[in-house]
């Protein structure tokens, strides 16, 4: 038996979530737990948005549209219209009306008192999802960006309407020093056999989960092995803009300063195993220096097929 629990963000996430089913289904195993990001979550025209927990709760369900690469697919805009015309809203940040029936879903539950964790159970049982989703955290702990000029905004600003185009100095969750992990978070770390970092973006994805206290302790406590999927592929993220975040920390944009980003287990980090892609090959070396053993593995998520082979890959890892 192979119990895996999958750290996750939005689209990365939710691609690398796909394979890591497939692949357990083939394998026979229990169905892997995903803990998610909700650092990105927000407040809009009065309903609660969970971006990355819809991108991997419409992706599982095979609703996700695949061609815009977010949201519902074959949804339409007509609420988000009249919203503009009230003046509403984020002109630059569309609600499709199939995606705003999900937070108002969510937001009621909200309203009604259940926690994050009840009502991402709920949105759970809608389709057979083939994982067990749980968020970081009940607590609310939205990104924000700190500018070099020393103003903020929230994460989805800076993200959506300004294209990370402005340059970041921090990264903060208001709030997260005092959040707890989510309720069975925890006891599926300490009881896993594999944990997988998924590709996601390493700082505003992967970053809060791990800045939840309590989680970073578990992985370092866990006799399940750790093993990261590198985002980097040659010198360069895919598909996304996770090379300015990283840049703001400090860490380059190469497989190997992720990997070093992230630490060993055995030098006070979190990881056991590092993905690179082949493109990347050469560094395996000095990745295996730094006390993380090395593999090298084809990282290209084309289609669920790709993402089930390299999620075998990072199983048997
Ligand atoms: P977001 O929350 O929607 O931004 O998505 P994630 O944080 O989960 O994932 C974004 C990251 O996924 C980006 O930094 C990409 O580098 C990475 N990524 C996207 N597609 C692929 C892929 O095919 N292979 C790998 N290895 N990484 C990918
Ligand atoms: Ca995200």
């Not at 709920?122 to 607590?139: E, H, I, K, N, Q």
């Not at 056999?193 to 309590?214: F, K, M, T, Y």
């Not at 866990?222 to 920390?249: E, F, Q, W, Y």
Request: charged share 20%; net charge negative; proline share 4%.
């Amino acid at each position: 038996m192979t119990r895996v629990v999958v750290l996750a963000g939005g689209v990365g996430g939710s691609r690398f979530t796909l394979g890591v089913r497939a692949a357990l289904a083939r394998a026979g195993a229990p169905e892997a737990t995903v803990v998610v990001n909700t650092g990105d979550d927000l407040w809009l025209s009065g309903v609660r948005l969970q971006p990355d927990i819809d991108s991997v709760l419409y992706a599982l369900a095979g609703q996700n549209d695949t061609e815009r690469g977010w949201g519902r697919a074959g949804d339409t805009e007509r609420v988000n219209e009249e919203l503009q015309a009230w003046g509403a809203g984020w002109p630059w940040f569309t609600l499709g009306d199939l995606d705003l029936g999900t937070h108002l879903a969510r937001t009621g539950w909200l309203r009604d008192g259940l926690s994050v964790t009840e009502v991402v159970d709920r949105l759970s049982r809608r389709w057979p999802l083939g994982v067990r989703m749980l968020p970081m955290t009940d607590a609310e702990v939205d990104t924000h960006i700190v500018l070099t000029d020393g103003s903020r905004m929230h994460f989805q600003e800076w993200w959506t309407r300004h294209r990370a185009t402005l340059a970041p100095s921090a990264f903060l969750n208001p709030g997260i020093e005092a959040a707890v992990p989510a309720s069975g978070v925890l006891e599926a770390i300490a009881e896993a056999d594999v944990v997988l970092l998924a590709p996601s973006n390493p700082v505003v994805s992967i970053g809060p989960i791990l800045a939840v206290p309590g989680i970073r302790e578990a992985l370092r406590g866990t006799s399940a092995r750790v093993v990261g999927v590198s985002p980097v592929i040659g010198g360069k993220v895919v598909r996304g803009m996770a090379d300015v975040c990283l840049a703001a920390i400090g860490v380059a944009t190469s497989a190997e300063a992720v990997a070093a980003h992230y630490g060993a287990r055995s030098d006070g980090g979190v990881l056991d195993v590092w993905l690179l892609a082949e493109e990347d090959a050469e560094a395996a070396a000095s990745v295996d220096a730094l006390g993380i053993r090395a593999v090298v593995a084809p990282l290209w998520m084309t289609d669920v097929e790709a993402s089930a082979a390299l999620a075998a890959a990072a199983l048997r890892a």
